[in-house]
């Protein structure tokens, strides 16, 4: 089968090439400018992202992992502390927590949409909890208003994980923007996807902004006057042009996920042992991918059946928080997070997907399923 032939589970080609003269432009307008660290192009990116979310401060760091970091640090959160989340997310959403000298507080997921289960959340909070993070997984948003009366309850912050879900919503605001802060990423097989490494905490707060501003520069707000242990974590001034480039064509791909979303409804649906994502009422779903579930312990079969075809697809995750060894507890049991790392599947999906392409991905899962 010659490489023509496959279908990516991602294809980045399609939105480079619409943007490709913003980019060329980009980059150019970087090289003569000497600045390529912070400077304009970052000042200039962070605005325009604190306006395209409606939030005060949009602070550029080096990483999305290094945005949760300083989000929390930004929040206060550090030894002792305790921070609720899901176990069903990317490593680094409880890696930062145990970053910040705090202990992840594993609550399970609602099993329709992978996310945070506010009602179990609501359990795990202790006098120790210092904030609740909530993980916007696939490109859809937790379930947002229990949660944020629980921090308002327990007097504690509420920090999204917004690394999968750039430009969704929950009640026409952006997500990102309703708790204390928000953290995203732009690796570059994020819907805003960068060219390496690159993040961003968005807060209303003066006080968190300014402590992550200093925090990313070494522990300064001013050069050499060091006031605290911090991070080099400055975004690059390279990647915030490029971003620049494709931030106004955000939305856009997003609807172009979401109509890609819609076909793969139609072509998939009445599969049996096939579970379709879901939307919640009052969201607005990214897709950053489109995760199904495959009941009956037939995943891997149809995973190995769909390679075989020349069909890529990615288990996101096949291992829970609790599960490796770094978080294992004796007696820890999350049982929906678990059934999910062995059922989840992500399907190819971006935002220019052929519908053809999705046409073949869903004979090749109709015939697979029997």
Known sequence: MSRADKVPVLDLAPEIAEVRPELDAAWARVLA??????????????????AY???????????????????LRG????????????????????????????TPVFADIDPETFNLDAELAARAVTPRTKA??????FGHTSDLDPILELARERNVAVLEDVAQALGGQWRRRKLGTLGK?????????????????????????????????MLRAHGSRRKYFNE?????????????????????????????????????????????????PVERSG????????????????????????????????????????????YARPGLSFPHSEVASREVLSLPMWPRIEPEVQARVASAVRAAMG
């Open 132 to 137: 609740i993070l909530p993980v916007h997984l």
């Open 53 to 71: 979310l409606g939030v005060k401060h949009a602070v550029g760091v080096a990483s999305g992992t290094d945005a949760i970091v300083l989000a």
């Open 283 to 326: 969201a607005v779903h990214v897709y950053h991918q489109y995760t199904v579930r495959v009941t009956g312990g037939r995943r891997d079969a149809l995973k190995e059946a769909l390679a075989a075809q020349g069909i890529e697809t990615m288990v996101y995750y096949p291992k829970s928080m609790h599960e490796l060894p770094v």
């Open 33 to 50: 400018s000497g600045h390529f660290i912070l400077g304009p192009e970052v000042d200039a990116f962070e605005r325009e992202m604190a």
């Open 181 to 213: 802060a928000g953290a995203f990423s732009f690796f570059p097989s994020k819907n805003l996807g960068g060219f390496g490494d690159g993040g961003l905490v968005a807060t209303g707060d003066d006080e968190v902004a300014g402590t992550v501003r």
């Open 228 to 276: 605290a242990i911090g991070y080099n974590s400055r975004l690059d001034a390279l990647h915030a042009a490029l971003l620049r480039a494709k931030l106004p064509h955000l939305d856009a791909w997003n609807q172009g996920r979401w109509r890609a979303a819609a076909r793969y409804r139609e072509l998939l649906a009445g599969i049996p042992g096939l579970v379709l």
């Open 75 to 102: 929040l206060g959160v550090g030894p002792g502390d305790e921070v609720v989340t899901t176990p069903f997310t990317f490593f680094a959403t409880a890696e930062s927590i145990s970053a910040v000298g705090a």
